[in-house]
C-alpha cells in the first residue's frame, strides 16, 4: 500500500471511529472529515494546529486504538517516551532568581511539552508510517519577570510541529540517552533524565537555556503520584515527579537577558481518557 498523506491519513483515522465514537453535535463530524481532507505535507504550523484540533474535537475518540498505558511503573525505562500510547507530556515550572537591570529580579517558568499520537497503531501498520511520524508535539511555555519596576509576562509563540505536515520533532527510544524536541526547542538528558537540558528558542522573543538537576541519586529524586505512580480510570496512566531541584542557566525575554539560579519541578504524565467500549 503507498505511503498515505496527512490528510489521508487524517481522514482514515476519523472512518475508523466506531459510530458510538464519533462527536454528536450535528455536522461536527462532517465538518472534521473536511478539515482533515485540506491538510498538506507543507502546511507546517498552520496544519499542524488543525491537526490538534481535529484530535480534541473527537472528545472520547481521540486515542482510539491506542495501546493502552502501563498499569504499574517501571523506572528508570518509563522516564522516555511511550509512543504507542495516546497523550503524554513533560511539565517543568521554576521560581528563579537573577540580577536585571533595575536590580534583584525574580523569575517564574512554566514549560509544558507534549505530544499526542494522531493515528492508531492499527491503521499505522498499513500506510507505511513509523511511530515518529503518528506524533502531533506541542511545547507551550510561558515566563513572568518581576521587578522593583513590576511584574511582566512573556509567551513563546505557537509551537506545534507534526513531520507529515512538514514539522520537526525527535524522540529517543526507550534504552538511550533521553531525548524530546519540538522544532527548536528540545528536553534532553541521559536514560535517567536529571540533569536534564532545557531549550527553548523563539527568536528576539524568548530563549530559554536551563539545566536541571538534583542533589539525589536519579533513582530517588523523583515520587509516585496516584498509586505507585499510576492512576486509574477515567484517566489511566502513570504520573510521577521531581521536586525541588536545582535549577540554572540564562533565561532572554523583553530585551534583557538574565543569568538566573533557583527551584524548580518536573512532572512526566501518560494520561489516556478511557475509551467506551460500546454506546453509553
Known amino acids: ?167 520537526k520533532a525527535r524522540f529517543s527510544k526507550p534504552g538511550e540517552d533521553f531525548f524530546f524536541s519540538c522544532g527548536p526547542d528540545e528536553l534532553s538528558g541521559k536514560r535517567e533524565v536529571l540533569p536534564l537540558t532545557v531549550k527553548v528558542d523563539d527568536g528576539d522573543n524568548m530563549k530559554l537555556d536551563l539545566t536541571v538537576r538534583s542533589e539525589m541519586k536519579p533513582d530517588k529524586a523523583y515520587f509516585l503520584q496516584g498509586t505507585d505512580g499510576t492512576t486509574p480510570n477515567p484517566r489511566p496512566g502513570l504520573y510521577y515527579s521531581w521536586p525541588q531541584l536545582e535549577v540554572g542557566g540564562r533565561i532572554s525575554v523583553g530585551g534583557h537577558t538574565y543569568e538566573a539560579t533557583g527551584r524548580g519541578w518536573i512532572d512526566h504524565q501518560l494520561l489516556a481518557s478511557q475509551t467506551p467500549t460500546s454506546d453509553p
Not at 499520537?117 to 499505522?124: G, T
Open 1 to 167: 500500500m503507498p505511503v498515505m498523506t496527512a490528510a489521508e491519513a487524517m481522514t482514515a483515522q476519523l472512518k475508523s471511529l466506531p459510530p458510538y465514537l464519533r462527536p454528536k453535535e450535528p455536522g461536527l463530524f462532517e465538518l472534521l472529515l473536511k478539515s482533515a481532507g485540506r491538510l498538506r505535507p507543507d502546511g507546517g504550523l498552520h496544519d499542524a494546529r488543525m491537526a490538534a484540533v481535529i484530535y480534541k474535537l473527537q472528545e472520547f475518540g481521540a486515542g482510539y486504538g491506542d495501546t493502552p498505558p502501563p498499569t504499574a511503573i517501571n523506572l528508570p525505562a518509563d522516564h522516555a517516551m511511550h509512543l504507542d500510547c495516546s497523550n503524554e507530556w513533560y511539565w517543568l515550572s521554576c521560581h528563579l532568581e537573577a540580577v536585571g537591570p533595575n536590580g534583584p529580579t525574580r523569575i517564574a517558568v512554566l514549560l509544558d511539552m507534549l505530544r499526542f499520537r494522531l493515528i492508531s497503531k492499527e491503521l499505522q501498520k498499513g500506510i507505511g508510517w513509523t511511530d515518529a511520524e503518528c506524533q502531533l508535539v506541542w511545547n507551550a511555555v510561558t515566563v513572568a519577570v518581576s521587578d522593583s519596576t513590576g511584574a511582566r509576562m512573556y509567551r513563546r509563540n505557537t509551537n506545534a510541529q507534526w513531520t507529515k505536515v512538514g514539522g
